[in-house]
């Protein structure tokens, strides 16, 4: 099981989480991931910066996430470790 928190703050929404949120949901789908990856929405975890949003795998912070690449982070962060079963 992968858990994923995603940054809704004020900062990281003005930034795009909604459509990182969005991205997500639709790359578990298309995956089907639903049993392998728990997604939620999380407030301030004190890592704000100039661009993106912070995303939460498991235990290791990402800084920076941007809705264009949210994609490629998926697949690079999330959907290994959920095929690997980690």
Same mark, same amino acid.
Request: charged share 30%; net charge negative; with cysteine.
């Given at each position: 099981?992968? &858990?994923?928190?995603?940054?809704?703050?004020?900062?990281?929404?003005?930034? *795009?989480?909604?459509?990182?949120?969005?991205? &997500?949901?639709?790359?578990?789908?298309?995956?089907?991931?639903?049993?392998?990856? !728990?997604?939620? *929405?999380? &407030?301030?975890?004190?890592?704000?910066?100039?661009? *993106?949003? %912070?995303?939460?795998?498991?235990?290791?912070?990402?800084? *920076?996430? %941007?809705?264009?690449?949210?994609?490629?982070? &998926?697949?690079?962060? !999330?959907?290994?470790?959920?095929?690997?079963?980690?």
């Amino acid at each position: 099981m992968v &858990f994923v928190n995603i940054c809704v703050g004020s900062s990281c929404h003005l930034k *795009g989480s909604e459509m990182i949120v969005r991205s &997500f949901q639709d790359e578990i789908e298309a995956n089907r991931l639903n049993d392998e990856v !728990i997604l939620s *929405g999380s &407030f301030c975890f004190g890592k704000c910066n100039r661009e *993106g949003v %912070t995303v939460k795998v498991d235990e290791e912070l990402y800084e *920076g996430v %941007t809705k264009d690449e949210a994609k490629s982070f &998926f697949r690079e962060k !999330i959907l290994l470790k959920a095929r690997n079963g980690e």
